[in-house]
């Protein structure tokens, strides 16, 4: 089972849009420094997508001796440029960001009063799922369900092998609530051919996230988003979600989330709302579609190179 997480998802579609002919004058590591050899004979660039407190990350960049070996870095946000400059002070001459990209746009169909909303989850289950179970165990009077596309095999059968047992219990609870239904893993391809069938992205995160792919697929496909204002979240979805306000105690953060929802359900039907994510789907094609990704990378990369010569 391939990986089939942000991070290679984001470097194969990298690899679809940019030209191969530029694209060989580069070594491209993801994420985890030395993941690949350095190659002297190329601009090696550290792409960097994780946070800034991975274990297998933190140790490297506190070493600044470090910090000489890659020639550019790479950053998915601002925010995520912003906590390594200030944790590790990256040299602040060699970083640049180009945030994530998507490339499917649904038509979206207008949600009529009455119908039973749908909502997503398809994020990992260490992010936020005990949250959500939590808020959707207060909405069982509330017109809604939500579909949950969780589990650690997205990383792969050996990290899944190592990991999945630890959250058993969170999807056994999954299971005996009646507006969950607990799917588990399905190939990205699967969830992004039906997403848009939903009309929310139910995203009570818990995780500080550098970017998440999976709210620019949802905004993308039109879906309301309710996420926590937590991590990069607050920059990559702009001013289209309902923003629900972290709070370390789950218990009040489930509360508050099972709260947005059961608003955002009472508001579905509003021709305001779906004109609010008509707008939200043309905004995330204007800035994150990855033709627009295309001419950042290329654009970035030929700088380089010719610099460089």
């Given at each position: ?76 946000s601002h925010w995520n440029y912003e906590k390594f400059r200030y944790m590790f002070d990256v040299p602040t001459h060699k970083c640049h960001v180009i ?211």
């Amino acid at each position: 089972m391939t990986p089939q997480g942000g991070t290679e998802i984001q470097h194969r579609l990298l690899e679809h849009y940019v030209d191969e002919n530029l694209l060989k004058h580069f070594q491209i590591c993801t994420s985890i420094p030395d993941k690949i050899p350095l190659d002297n004979n190329k601009i090696n660039i550290l792409w960097q997508k994780n946070s800034y407190d991975q274990p297998n990350i933190a140790p490297w960049f506190k070493d600044k001796a470090n910090h000489s070996k890659y020639d550019w870095y790479i950053f998915n946000s601002h925010w995520n440029y912003e906590k390594f400059r200030y944790m590790f002070d990256v040299p602040t001459h060699k970083c640049h960001v180009i945030k994530n990209g998507v490339n499917n746009f649904p038509v979206r169909t207008e949600f009529k009063e009455g119908n039973r909303v749908r909502m997503l989850f398809h994020v990992t289950p260490w992010r936020g799922l005990n949250v959500l179970l939590g808020a959707m165990s207060l909405l069982k009077d509330c017109n809604v369900e939500v579909d949950v596309f969780s589990s650690c095999k997205i990383y792969g059968e050996d990290f899944a092998n190592q990991n999945e047992s630890a959250y058993e219990p969170l999807y056994e609870q999954a299971r005996k609530l009646e507006n969950v239904n607990y799917i588990g893993y399905k190939e990205h391809s699967f969830i992004q051919k039906f997403m848009y069938r939903y009309h929310m992205f139910a995203y009570p995160s818990i995780w500080e996230e550098t970017s998440c792919n999976s709210a620019l697929e949802a905004m993308a496909s039109g879906l309301y988003c309710i996420v926590t204002n937590y991590g990069a979240l607050y920059e990559t979805c702009s001013e289209f979600p309902i923003y629900v306000t972290y709070d370390k105690n789950y218990k009040n953060l489930s509360l508050a989330f099972a709260h947005a929802i059961r608003e955002a359900v009472d508001m579905m039907h509003e021709p305001e709302i779906h004109k609010h994510l008509i707008m939200q789907q043309e905004f995330v094609k204007k800035f994150y579609s990855w033709e627009k990704k295309k001419l950042e990378w290329t654009s970035f990369l030929q700088g380089v190179l010719s610099a460089k010569k």
